[in-house]
């Protein structure tokens, strides 16, 4: 029989509900929505938890949900991923094997923070490690969820972390055979993931949402913000001023993803864009992404077999693909419970009691004694905390600078691969005509992409040691031989030197050396050259 389990998604204006049904794959068969008031969560810290118990409690008796067991789904900057490389093991023995090397993956204190994994690959294929994404998610934010769960009654089953989800359910929805980038597209953030034959090449989270675009409709047309949800989607949503700011603050971030990720991965280029979440069938978005881009953007398509709710129509399946993914393969994050069965029952007289009660008041007297350094410390935690939450848009500058020197870098790049110096020739024959004598003739000139040969008449040998020296001069060559000379006389009796010159380009790599310019290596001897050319 089918498990059914509650997949709750809180976002910064909107709580999701769903009751999924599991079996080979999730089909949600229930859900509801809550129009959260502001202040009830902040980067996926609970604030007001009383009110959202009420919220979420009132949501739930309303629905008639038959089931207490539930998956968290978190969206915060708090928790962290990375990919690491592990040996081949039974699955079994993974988490310990990751809990061991976590301060490898994380060189931080650990202590506040629970530690969750997901496997990339089934450990089919030959290769002798594979890979995993380990997450480190902060205690504090998970108890804010326990104590969520108990006052509404809830049994938590798990937890999963935002970009986890969507990656679940891009894999088991079977649409990532090409390079493609899935784009979540919540109220005041988005998750882009980049993912290619199954695998997650990227995942990048972007500071901007629908929720401002959302907010402007109510306020404009008077509605709610399920009926404002509704309107972006069947009317063009990004028409006014301030709509058109945030969709640019939206590309942008999306932009730079794309740059950083085709700077190390332009051998598998993204074929096409697909958009979810909330905002992923806001009316116009595709156009203005395909028009800065260059990549065709479209709404994910959510099967129908994953939607048994006959409430949810069409595109609107997409609101909910964190529930779904979140149901997969969550992360974990659960944490042990502890052991409170209490002491065994008999009465084994009083000496074993007197015992008892000793160690606990000298565990009292103990704990006291530590009571103040201990409050010392933690003051100067939440300090230093509340100073750092300060400084986080400083990870947006250099997310910033990651990408844009990332860009400079491939652009350099691409500049140096596509350069020759044929694209100079111009200036080439300018310099000649500035620096070669008023007499000399220039009978044939082939050039190339790594080379000119050109065949030269002059007055005399000395006219000749003249031009080849100088061409030696010329900043643009590496090498300039002499492959054949010879003297002529007309019926007057006048006498000229023809020769053949084949002068060799430098290579961009040797064009931005700082090269010595003494005469002992700019210049050979183009006398002792022509002294054994004479025919």
């Known amino acids: 029989m089918a498990k059914k389990i509650l997949s709750i998604e809180i976002g910064q204006s909107l709580a999701k509900i769903v009751e999924i049904k599991y079996s080979n794959r999730p089909v949600v068969t229930k859900h509801i929505d809550i129009e959260l008031p502001q202040g009830i969560i902040a980067d996926g810290g609970i604030i007001r938890g009383d009110v959202l118990a009420d919220c979420i409690s009132d949501a739930i008796e309303v629905a008639k949900f038959s089931t207490k067991r539930v998956i968290f789904v978190i969206n915060s900057s708090k928790i962290a991923g990375r990919e690491v490389l592990i040996p081949k093991i039974n699955e079994k023995k993974i988490k310990t094997l990751i809990e061991k090397n976590a301060t490898d993956y994380f060189p931080i204190d650990l202590e506040d923070y629970e530690i969750g994994y997901v496997l990339l690959d089934n450990g089919a294929g030959a290769e002798q490690k594979r890979p995993v994404m380990v997450y480190l998610a902060p205690k504090a934010i998970l108890k804010d969820y326990y104590e969520l769960a108990d006052k509404c009654g809830l049994d938590i089953e798990n937890f999963d972390f935002g970009g986890n989800s969507l990656y679940q359910a891009i894999k088991i929805e079977g649409q990532s055979t090409e390079t493609s980038m899935f784009i979540k597209i919540d109220e005041t953030n988005s998750t882009v993931s980049v993912v290619s034959d199954d695998r997650l090449m990227l995942q990048r989270s972007i500071s901007y949402g629908v929720d401002g675009i959302i907010k402007d409709v109510m306020a404009e047309k008077g509605l709610s913000y399920m009926q404002a949800l509704d309107f972006v989607e069947s009317h063009p949503a990004f028409e006014t001023d301030d709509a058109k700011e945030d969709a640019k603050l939206l590309i942008n971030g999306i932009q730079r993803t794309i740059d950083f990720y085709m700077a190390k991965n332009r051998a598998k280029p993204i074929a096409n864009i697909y958009l979810t979440g ?258």
């Open 278 to 535: 909330i905002g992923g069938a806001a009316k116009g978005l595709g156009d203005i992404i395909l028009e800065a881009t260059g990549i065709t953007a479209v709404q994910l398509i959510v099967p129908g077999n994953m939607v048994g709710d006959k409430r949810i129509k069409g595109g609107q399946a997409n609101r909910y693909i964190g529930n779904i993914g979140g149901t997969i393969a969550p992360i974990g994050f659960v944490q042990d419970e502890k052991d409170g069965s209490g002491l065994n029952g008999g009465n084994n007289g009083n000496l074993p009691v007197l015992i008892n009660v000793m160690c606990v008041l000298g565990s009292i007297i103990l704990a006291a004694a530590g009571v103040v350094p201990y409050l010392f410390a933690r003051n100067e935690r939440d300090a230093r905390l509340l100073y750092l939450n300060t400084l986080k848009y400083v990870i947006e500058e250099y997310n910033t600078y990651v990408d844009t020197k990332a860009k400079n870098e491939y652009l350099n790049e691409l500049n140096d691969k596509t350069f020759n110096r044929n694209e100079e020739i111009v200036g080439f024959i300018e310099e000649m005509e500035e620096k070669m004598p008023a007499d000399i003739t220039v009978s044939s000139f082939i050039c190339d992409e790594y080379s000119v040969t050109m065949s030269v008449e002059v007055e005399d040998m000395k006219e000749a040691a003249f031009v080849i020296n100088t061409l030696q001069t010329f900043e643009s060559l590496s090498d300039v031989s002499v492959t054949s000379v010879n003297e002529t006389s007309d019926d007057a009796g006048e006498t000229r030197v023809g020769f053949s010159v084949q002068c060799t380009y430098k290579t961009v790599a040797e064009s931005t050396e700082t090269e010595s310019d003494t005469s002992e290596t700019v210049t050979e001897s183009a006398d002792e050259t022509l002294e054994g050319g004479i025919q």
